[in-house]
Structure formats: C-alpha cells, structure tokens
C-alpha cells in the first residue's frame, strides 16, 4: 500500500511505433515503478517516493501477439505469409489469447501503479471497458460487455451477430499494470481474418468506420478516449 497517492499520470502519444520498441519501454517504466514500491517497503513514510504513472497511446505497423493463454495455431499463417503481408508475430506476456495491431487502430497502454488508484483488477479492466464505451457512445454507437468475454461488443444483448470493437490483455505485478486495450478506428479489418481473434471462433470484429460507413479523424477519436479515461480514473493528466 502507498503512502502516497498519486493521481497524475504522464500521458505520451508515441504515433506509428515497432510493436517491440513499444514493449521494452513499457517494460522499462514497469520494472522502474516496481522498483520504487520495494524501495519504499525498507524507508520510512516521510522517506517514501510516489510512484508515477503513465498513459501510453500509439499505433503499430501489423502485428500479431500470442498472450500468455493463447493458442499459437490460432494464427493461421506461415512465416512467409507474414513477410507477404509486412506482419510480425510476437508471443507476450499479457493475458489473453491472439490479436492483430495495425495501423488505424488505438492501442493504449496504461502503466498504471493501481495503489494509486483500487486496487481490484477486475474492477480496472472493466474501467477500461467504460472508458472505450463512452467513447462510442460520443459517436452515436451503442457498446457494452458479453458475459464471460473480456472487451467491448456490439449487439451484446441478442447477440445475433455479436462484433468486437475493442481488445483488452493486460499484465500486473505487485499492482503495477501494463499492457492494455486496442480500438478499430479506421483499421483494416482483413487482417484479422489471418487469426481466431482471441480464440473466438464464432464472433465477428469491427470497427468505428465499418460501423458508421466513413473514416474516423484519429486525433479526434483518441482525445475523446482519453478525457472518458481520465474521468473514470480521477487522474490529472
């Protein structure tokens, strides 16, 4: 437990980013947040250091990643195949099982140390459900959750032609997040058609163009999404 809360988080948008640049500096603040906790485990209370947190926005060139959960024939294509399509693969450490990050797709990373926050894993992927969840809503279209199956849906009541919009797999230590969500804005939706998308086999993927039959100002969509997430949080950004 802290004995400083701290709210604020530093929020980066690091653009179009190699999936593995990406990664190791996610790792990089994770290992140094955690470091901090143990520290302050041996200090006093008037000697304890805050821990940070970060909100890490970005795009990837197509890419592939196995969590930890994952099935790896649920990537249905060859090495060479990936090299026609310019995708790689990568097998993580995240929960979950298989998706695809490309471009035209919001991928956030919160790292996120959730002492300063609840800490309740369950109740913080739900927030990051909300947060996406209200960002559609601001376009008019009408998510929510399907029991038993982590991310953000359309048609999550009848369920006559369920669609994912929105990815989550995250990662956490000692409280310490990493990982996170990934939003179809604009993205190219025939590279999901390469996977079992998170080992569903029988539900469909979307996205906010698809859906509303035009594209998407990034910019625009990404603001939204992290005031929403900012408000859930009760964090300064």
């Not at 709210?7 to 955690?34: C, P, R, S």
């Not at 485990?41 to 592939?64: K, M």
């Not at 990373?109 to 996406?132: C, K, Q, S, V």
């Not at 376009?139 to 038993?148: Q, T």
Request: with cysteine.
């Amino acid at each position: 437990m802290n004995t400083l809360i701290n709210k604020n988080v530093h929020f980066q948008d690091l653009g179009l980013i190699d999936y593995q640049e990406a990664w190791d500096y996610q790792e990089k603040i994770f290992a140094e947040t955690i470091s901090i906790k143990t520290a302050n485990r041996n200090l006093a209370a008037d000697e304890q250091l805050s821990t940070p947190n970060y909100l890490l926005f970005c795009q990837h060139p197509h890419v592939y990643t196995l969590g930890k959960s994952g099935k790896a024939d649920h990537l249905l294509l060859g090495e060479d195949d990936l090299v026609a399509k310019q995708a790689k693969y990568y097998k993580i450490n995240r929960g979950g099982d298989i998706t695809y990050h490309g471009p035209g797709q919001i991928v956030g990373y919160p790292i996120f140390d959730l002492d300063n926050f609840f800490t309740d894993i369950h109740r913080y992927m739900r927030t990051l459900e909300e947060a996406i969840i209200l960002t559609l809503a601001d376009y008019g279209l009408n998510a929510g959750r399907i029991n038993g199956l982590t991310g953000v849906w359309f048609d999550y009541e009848e369920q006559k032609n369920p669609r994912k919009i929105c990815a989550l797999g995250v990662k956490s230590s000692r409280w310490v997040t990493m990982h996170g969500f990934a939003l179809n804005v604009n993205t190219d939706l025939s590279y999901f058609g390469n996977i079992v998308p998170c080992g569903i086999e029988d539900k469909a993927v979307t996205s906010i163009a698809a859906e509303l039959g035009r594209d998407l100002d990034m910019q625009e969509v990404s603001d939204k999404l992290k005031n929403h997430l900012a408000g859930l949080f009760h964090m300064e950004l």
